[in-house]
């Protein structure tokens, strides 16, 4: 079934992980593409990938999420190829591994640059666009929640952008756009092995606890969907079940 058919959407972030997989899932399913990355090369490597999986076009915008203005832009070409902007996934992020006592200022506003204010910008320039039964998902994560050592200007911006979420679909539920978040847990991707706690084992991850890019790539695409018309403000954890357990 096309629920994308005749849509737009960004997805930042898609060159690889999650943001692919959530870039592809749209694309399956009749969605134009618009990959939002800050690695265009990364990006125009993976675009016959997308094609491939059933994408009708992608474009590739070079995108750094904590430069305003490049989202705009990346907002606006959208609109300048294809006339409509329908939905936006924001994925890009940044996870630092530092002690608290040894955290910078300069730490702090890079992460909170990438994944929270890059989530404000694209809602920003989507609003001014996108006509009702736009839709934004946002990524956060299961660290908005529940935490862990050496994550905190991460798991900080996290919660933030739940809160971003909430007021975005308050203020969204008069233009008829809707704004929801998705909390993946430990997903299959190098930023969970790349995680010191991991690889030291302070932290031990079951492997049936680990996730698919896929599956958090579902779970966008319903919320992307007219299938969630009547869902906004949600943040929906797919982690499979770690967060009850811990």
Known sequence: ??????RVAIVSGAAGGIGFAAAARLGAEGARIVMADHSPNKAMARVEALKAAGAPEVWVAT???SVEAQVEA???????????????????GLMTFTPIEDLTGEEWTRVLGVDLLGAFYFTKHAFRRM????????????????????????????????????????????????????????????MLWDNPNIKSGAEVIEPSDVGKPEEVAAAVAFLASDDASFVTGASLAVDGGRLASL
């Not at 079934?1 to 005749?6: G, N, T, W, Y």
């Not at 979420?165 to 969204?172: D, H, K, L, M, V």
């Not at 233009?175 to 997903?187: D, S, Y």
């Open 131 to 190: 006509k009702p039964g736009g839709a934004i998902v946002n990524i956060a994560s299961v660290h908005a929640v529940e935490t862990s050592p050496l994550a905190a200007p991460y798991a900080a911006a996290k919660a933030a952008m739940l809160s971003l979420t909430r007021t975005a679909a308050i203020e969204g539920k008069p233009k008829g756009i809707r704004a929801n978040a998705v909390l993946p847990g430990a997903i299959d991707t190098p």
């Open 74 to 92: 990346a907002c606006e070409g959208a609109m300048a190829r294809w006339g409509r902007l329908d939905a936006v996934v924001n994925n890009a």
């Open 63 to 65: 995108c750094d999420v």
């Open 1 to 6: 079934m096309a629920r994308f058919q005749d």
